[in-house]
């Protein structure tokens, strides 16, 4: 058994009030805390966060001690304390798809990139691309990725599924990085497998002097209102989604989708993307599409 001080240390960073809830239904698993008592302790515990962590933890530290160690950085540590800020902004730009933005990723962004780009170029250093049209080099399973601000961003994404379909659970079925480089692109396409896909965006890389639609996320679905314009019978045409660095955007799997060739010379594009369901699904990703890595996990 650890004592109090020692366990707070270890597991601050671990349990902020974002996870509160799901740390406080452990306890009640394994405890059988009663709801009366467990709502006390919750409603107290920004007057005192160590007293709070050890009330819930406590009894669970020699169990605890033989779990693994998770490594977090600072920065993400206090970032994950607001998985959905109470201030963030959902903007629908049709029924059925929305785009928020996360101003607090700065800390993280520089280090995410380095991260991919690393990555990027030992897949790159193999030989190249099959294609041009296959949206870069894509670098899979976000939760599996060693570096500070992909977990947070694992945890928003399924939220943001949550929030826009309404569904209480969330299960990833397929999570990469897209790191295109100048001549990448993707073109039309929909995920069978998934019911919501989400895209995040983390750097748009370099802008072009003349071609504002270089690099850029569309949709072109002939079922969607936001694709006829005017009259909304003669003029079709792709949507562009205003999307920046920082920008989420989550739609349904089955709208058909396209990136634009980037352009950029010395900056790479990058963004993360998700297929999700509400339940697992049968299979494997991989089965569909041999690129796919194996998730280490």
């Given at each position: 058994?650890?004592?109090?001080?020692?366990?707070?240390?270890?597991?601050?960073?671990?349990?902020?009030?974002?996870?509160?809830?799901?740390?406080?239904?452990?306890?009640?698993?394994?405890?059988?805390?009663?709801?009366?008592?467990?709502?006390?302790?919750?409603?107290?515990?920004?007057?005192?966060?160590?007293?709070?962590?050890?009330?819930?933890?406590?009894?669970?530290?020699?169990?605890?001690?033989?779990?693994?160690?998770?490594?977090i950085s600072t920065e993400e540590a206090s970032l994950e304390r607001e998985i959905w800020p109470d201030d963030l902004i959902v903007r629908n730009v049709d029924s059925t798809i929305a785009t928020t933005?996360?101003?607090?990723?700065?800390?993280?962004?520089?280090?995410?990139?380095?991260?991919?780009?690393?990555?990027?170029?030992?897949?790159?250093?193999?030989?190249?691309?099959?294609?041009?049209?296959?949206?870069?080099?894509?670098?899979?399973?976000?939760?599996?990725?060693?570096?500070?601000?992909?977990?947070?961003?694992?945890?928003?994404?399924?939220?943001?599924?949550?929030?826009?379909?309404?569904?209480?659970?969330?299960?990833?079925?397929?999570?990469?990085?897209?790191?295109?480089?100048?001549?990448?692109?993707?073109?039309?396409?929909?995920?069978?497998?998934?019911?919501?896909?989400?895209?995040?965006?983390?750097?748009?890389?370099?802008?072009?002097?003349?071609?504002?639609?270089?690099?850029?996320?569309?949709?072109?679905?002939?079922?969607?209102?936001?694709?006829?314009?005017?009259?909304q019978v003669n003029q079709f045409a792709p949507c562009f989604p205003p999307l920046q660095a920082g920008s989420m955007i989550c739609f349904p799997s089955s709208v058909l989708h396209f990136v634009t060739?980037?352009?950029?010379?010395?900056?790479?594009?990058?963004?993360?993307?998700?297929?999700?369901?509400?339940?697992?699904?049968?299979?494997?990703?991989?089965?569909?599409?041999?690129?796919?890595?194996?998730?280490?996990?």
């Amino acid at each position: 058994m650890i004592d109090k001080a020692g366990l707070v240390r270890v597991y601050a960073p671990l349990y902020n009030p974002a996870t509160l809830m799901q740390t406080l239904a452990l306890a009640k698993v394994v405890e059988g805390c009663h709801d009366s008592a467990t709502r006390g302790v919750a409603g107290n515990y920004r007057e005192n966060y160590d007293d709070y962590l050890w009330s819930i933890l406590g009894p669970l530290s020699e169990f605890i001690t033989r779990l693994p160690m998770t490594t977090i950085s600072t920065e993400e540590a206090s970032l994950e304390r607001e998985i959905w800020p109470d201030d963030l902004i959902v903007r629908n730009v049709d029924s059925t798809i929305a785009t928020t933005m996360f101003r607090d990723m700065g800390n993280l962004t520089g280090g995410l990139i380095k991260y991919l780009v690393e990555r990027e170029q030992k897949v790159r250093a193999d030989g190249p691309l099959e294609s041009a049209g296959v949206g870069g080099t894509k670098i899979y399973h976000v939760d599996s990725w060693a570096v500070p601000g992909a977990k947070l961003l694992d945890e928003r994404a399924q939220q943001f599924f949550r929030r826009s379909t309404g569904n209480a659970t969330s299960v990833v079925d397929l999570s990469w990085a897209n790191v295109y480089r100048a001549g990448d692109y993707i073109l039309p396409h929909v995920h069978r497998r998934s019911t919501g896909s989400v895209v995040f965006v983390l750097t748009l890389g370099n802008q072009h002097d003349t071609d504002s639609a270089q690099g850029r996320f569309g949709i072109t679905d002939a079922r969607l209102p936001l694709c006829w314009h005017e009259d909304q019978v003669n003029q079709f045409a792709p949507c562009f989604p205003p999307l920046q660095a920082g920008s989420m955007i989550c739609f349904p799997s089955s709208v058909l989708h396209f990136v634009t060739p980037y352009r950029g010379e010395s900056k790479p594009r990058i963004t993360i993307s998700w297929n999700i369901n509400a339940q697992l699904v049968a299979g494997r990703p991989g089965d569909e599409d041999a690129t796919i890595t194996t998730h280490s996990g």
